[in-house]
């Protein structure tokens, strides 16, 4: 496995797994864009579909329905990190089916 | 910065940091700092690993190339931080090793740029825009002469800054004038991202 291949799979093992305000059930399913309602499952919806659309409100929404700002902050990076993952892994596997032997 | 936390919720040491890269830089610290250095055991630190490893580990790809690489993944996340950071970078890097192009830009129709690097572009931005791209989109790539290696150095590259633009747009990151990004690539140039 490669070091960047390691490196990744330590961040994603590190913002699921460990220590942190949001419960392990919610980060994973910011992580998977699927399960969260309103507001916070708007904003995961947003960070990895549309993150550019992101407004003020959107994340003043989420932190004024009961969730701390930290709790916010791992959200968010939770939906950025498994968003990007899908990415690389759709690529990855079409580069494997693009490089291998008839 | 949309969250307080992350505009002033550092600890003492890390505030005093500030104050001296503001003296030493004379500009701002840049909210992409001020991210790494929040709570960094559970996003800074192992987002560095993974990002040093993507942009500075060993790669058939020049750095100013990875850094490009960087900057039109932002700009097909409609990301005006990164896009402006990572230019900067790439030109700088260019300038420094040579080799790249003179009039780096991530706009592809003005830009004289190789075609393995073009064709690795074009397919980094489907992947960015659509969230997909399939083995067509790879045999394309292939084709214009990248290797399997540079396909996987490339998408670590587009990992990595599909992560960092998503959070620069969520949380808002002050975008600051040309100064602060020319020291910022400075320092990344020098450092990495460690």
């Known amino acids: ?102 | 910065m949309r969250l307080r936390i992350l505009e002033s919720g550092h600890g003492f040491g890390t505030k005093l940091l500030f104050v001296l890269i503001r003296t030493a830089s004379r500009q701002p610290v840049l909210d992409v700092i001020k991210l790494v250095m929040y709570r960094p055991d559970f996003y800074g630190r192992p987002m560095q690993a993974v990002t040093q490893d993507a942009m500075r580990g060993p790669s058939p790809w020049s750095v100013g190339d990875r850094e490009l690489m960087a900057a039109f993944v932002a700009k097909a996340n409609r990301c005006e931080f990164c896009t402006k950071a990572h230019l900067a970078v790439a030109q700088a890097a260019y300038r420094r090793d040579g080799g790249g192009s003179s009039n780096v830009s991530p706009d592809l129709e003005s830009a004289t740029i190789e075609e393995p690097l073009r064709a690795t572009l074009l397919m980094l931005g489907k992947l960015t825009r659509e969230h997909a791209v399939d083995a067509d989109d790879m045999r394309v790539v292939l084709a214009a002469g990248a290797s399997r290696q540079q396909i996987e150095d490339a998408l670590a590259v587009c990992f990595s800054f599909n992560v960092i633009g998503r959070l620069a747009d969520a949380f808002g990151f002050f975008v600051p004038g040309p100064k602060a990004f020319e020291a910022g690539a400075q320092y990344l140039l020098a450092r990495g991202y460690r």
């Open chain 1, 1 to 102: 496995m490669s070091d960047v291949t390691q490196a990744r799979r330590a961040l994603t093992s590190r913002i699921l797994e460990g220590s942190g305000e949001a419960p392990p059930s919610e980060r994973r399913a910011a992580f998977d864009n699927s399960g969260l309602a309103a507001p916070l499952g708007a904003l995961v919806d947003k960070v990895a579909r549309r993150p550019y659309s992101v407004t003020d409100e959107d994340i003043a929404a989420a932190s004024e329905s009961g969730k701390s700002e930290d709790r916010v902050f791992e959200i968010v990076v939770c939906a950025a990190v498994g968003a990007a993952t899908r990415q690389l892994d759709t690529a990855l596997a079409a580069l494997e089916a693009a490089t291998r032997k008839e």
